[in-house]
Nanobody
Framework: QVHLVESGGGSVQPGGSLRLSCTASGFTLYTYDIGWFRRAPGRQRGGVSCISSSDGNTYYLDPVKGRFTISRDNPENILYLQMNDLKPEDTAVYYC???????????????WGQGTQVTVAS
């Protein structure tokens, strides 16, 4: 059975850092396209970053480029999202998801974690 469990969220001040983890079970993480998504208050969920299963290519939403880094620990079957220089507009619930395409379009993702809250405020 496929499970995705996010952790690592919390409250930080602007400029701070967090590392989100997505622990996968029931499948081998690096054989699937995996993405990070977020839902900010009052907004629809959208793609933040994803990593390709075939070649390890990565995608980042423009506002997070240079600040966020997606990576995988293949032996541990964990996906990470390192978030640096956090801004109040990064406040959201962050989700990881397993997909069938390398895309930021959430329609291509079938299995989702429960989410972890990230709050950036002074």
């Amino acid at each position: 059975q496929v499970h995705l469990v996010e952790s690592g969220g919390g409250s930080v001040q602007p400029g701070g850092s967090l590392r989100l983890s997505c622990t996968a079970s029931g499948f081998t993480l690096y054989t699937y396209d995996i993405g990070w998504f977020r839902r900010a208050p009052g907004r629809q969920r959208g793609g933040v970053s994803c990593i390709s299963s075939s070649d390890g290519n990565t995608y980042y939403l423009d506002p997070v480029k240079g600040r966020f880094t997606i990576s995988r620990d293949n032996p541990e079957n964990i996906l990470y999202l390192q978030m640096n220089d956090l801004k109040p507009e990064d406040t959201a619930v962050y989700y990881c998801a397993r997909g069938s395409q390398y895309t930021a379009n959430q329609e291509a993702y079938e299995d989702w974690g429960q989410g972890t809250q990230v709050t950036v405020a002074s």
